[in-house]
């Protein structure tokens, strides 16, 4: 991780950072697929690279209004990821390894704040905005309708919405004594079909 933080006031702080993440390698170690097309022995690492650019602002709207806002944008870029892989070998046997067959390019921004009202509301709230898409994959028909390796690069990434929306409002209360607090809390949640 690398990161450059600047507080330009004593209430907004902007960001840049980059970080790299990995999942090791390892062996496929199926037993008759030298025949297998793109069996590979030893599979590589996968690795991402990321970038992020942001803001963390706190704010004061009123002596009883007060809240925070972050906002990043971001971008990942997926090299060498693993896939599962199966084929049928030539002696008729079905072979399941792993390989490195795509990489992907990931963006997007988000936003995220809260408000707190006098003393006993906090309202906050999410949005993020994401773009998935792969910019190289070559693989097995999943339908098996062709014998050879294909191009797959234009499959949607699982479980990546593009949209996704949450706002929760809260009210909160001292009972009096040593009774504890009183919390009511309504939060709305919608996203994309993936």
């Given at each position: 991780t690398f990161s450059l933080d600047w507080k330009a006031t004593d209430d907004l702080l902007i960001y840049a950072t980059t970080r790299k993440g990995y999942k090791p390698g390892g062996i496929n170690s199926a037993v008759g697929a030298s025949t297998v097309p793109g069996y590979v022995p030893v599979y590589s690492p996968e690795s991402v690279v990321d970038y992020e650019i942001g803001a963390k602002w706190d704010f004061q709207l009123s002596d009883n209004a007060r809240g925070r806002l972050n906002v990043a944008a971001f971008r990942d870029?997926?090299?060498?990821?693993?896939?599962?892989?199966?084929?049928?070998?030539?002696?008729?046997?079905?072979?399941?390894?792993?390989?490195?067959?795509?990489?992907?390019?990931?963006?997007?921004?988000?936003?995220?704040?809260?408000?707190?009202?006098?003393?006993?509301?906090?309202?906050?709230?999410?949005?993020?905005?994401?773009?998935?898409?792969?910019?190289?994959?070559?693989?097995?028909?999943?339908?098996?309708?062709?014998?050879?390796?294909?191009?797959?690069?234009?499959?949607?990434?699982?479980?990546?919405?593009?949209?996704?929306v949450s706002v929760n409002v809260q009210y909160h209360r001292e009972l009096s004594g040593d009774r504890g607090e009183v919390i009511a809390s309504l939060t709305v949640f919608t996203q994309d079909r993936s």
């Open positions: 870029d997926y090299t060498d990821i693993q896939r599962g892989a199966s084929a049928i070998n030539a002696a008729g046997n079905f072979i399941a390894f792993t390989n490195n067959v795509a990489e992907a390019r990931i963006q997007g921004f988000e936003a995220e704040g809260f408000l707190l009202l006098g003393d006993h509301w906090t309202v906050s709230g999410a949005y993020s905005h994401l773009k998935s898409e792969y910019t190289k994959w070559i693989g097995a028909d999943p339908l098996g309708a062709a014998t050879g390796n294909i191009d797959l690069s234009n499959n949607p990434f699982a479980n990546a919405q593009e949209n996704k």
